[in-house]
């Protein structure tokens, strides 16, 4: 397949053997969130084109995060779940095997931002296009 060429990426995180602290994953969830809700205010696609494609990085983006948080956690409950299993954790355990390869699935998503480079867009904001159209 070929591929837009891809800008420099900073190296994926070190795995660690310490989970983070509800601190730090609070942080993380507060500048996603905020990644996605200045999506809405009026910017250029250019602006925020390099942010989305680190987001949604092939390899260690959001969605391939995800994914591998869902497996890891269906790990974690199949190794502590008494046994026999009961009904509702092998329900949970196959959900979350279930909704790991649709958010993995996503990972191409990386190329479709990429691609937007190469797209036209208008380069102005939409508060610049409405003054120029004679709205105030």
């Not at 891809?6 to 730090?24: C, F, G, W």
């Not at 905020?34 to 092939?58: M, N, T």
């Not at 937007?116 to 867009?121: I, K, N, Q, S």
Request: with cysteine; net charge negative; proline share 8%.
């Amino acid at each position: 397949m070929n591929h837009p060429q891809e800008p420099h990426l900073a190296a994926p995180a070190i795995h660690r053997a310490k989970a983070p602290s509800l601190d730090e994953i609070g942080h993380a969830l507060d500048v996603l969130d905020q990644l996605a809700w200045s999506l809405r205010d009026p910017v250029l696609v250019a602006d925020f084109q390099p942010l989305l494609a680190k987001a949604l990085h092939e390899e260690y983006g959001v969605p391939m995060i995800l994914g591998t948080l869902l497996r890891n956690t269906a790990h974690l409950i199949e190794m502590h779940a008494l046994s026999p299993w009961s009904v509702e954790s092998r329900h949970i355990i196959a959900r979350l095997r279930a909704a790991a390869p649709e958010l993995t699935d996503c990972h191409d998503l990386h190329w479709d931002i990429l691609r937007l480079g190469g797209l036209p867009f208008d380069s102005r904001l939409p508060s610049e296009f409405r003054a120029s159209a004679g709205e105030s």
